[in-house]
């Protein structure tokens, strides 16, 4: 089980995202008004709050969504799940479906710190039902 610490979204693709609290999913589009969503296999954005906070004590002083994430999660390492790793939270169901990324662009991240975790640490995912996920909900692994 893990805790969702952030719901993060922009509007615009190729900036930070902003902590918004809470946000609605939408079926196979991913969350409403964040300009990643769309028909396509990396509708939602994952990172682990520990990862983040490992950065972050190497200097980086990044907060959260600074990386594009949609959800920080505390208490669940994702790249060590298979793809097809089905999450649930309230109602919300999503499903793993990328484990990183390449990045054609280095972002500001990068050339502060000399690298970047999302394209190793962060996670992609698929929605599968919808509903709202707030700071502070259970966020359960479904086996």
Request: aromatic letters at 6%; proline letters at 1%.
């Amino acid at each position: 089980m893990g805790i969702v610490k952030a719901v993060c979204i922009s509007e615009k693709k190729g900036t930070q995202k902003q902590n918004v609290e809470s946000a609605k999913f939408i079926v196979n589009h991913g969350i409403e008004n964040d300009a990643h969503a769309g028909n396509w296999h990396r509708q939602v954005s994952l990172l682990s709050l520990e990862k983040i906070n490992e950065f972050n004590a190497k200097g980086a002083n990044v907060f959260n969504g600074a990386f594009g994430e949609n959800l920080v999660i505390e208490g669940i390492d994702f790249k060590t799940l298979p793809i097809g790793t089905k999450f649930k939270c309230n109602d919300v169901e999503l499903e793993l479906s990328q484990i990183g990324k390449e990045c054609h662009t280095k972002c500001q991240i990068y050339h502060k710190m000399g690298e970047c975790i999302m394209p190793i640490e962060g996670v992609f995912a698929i929605v599968i039902q919808g509903g709202e996920i707030k700071v502070n909900d259970e966020i359960h692994i479904v086996r």
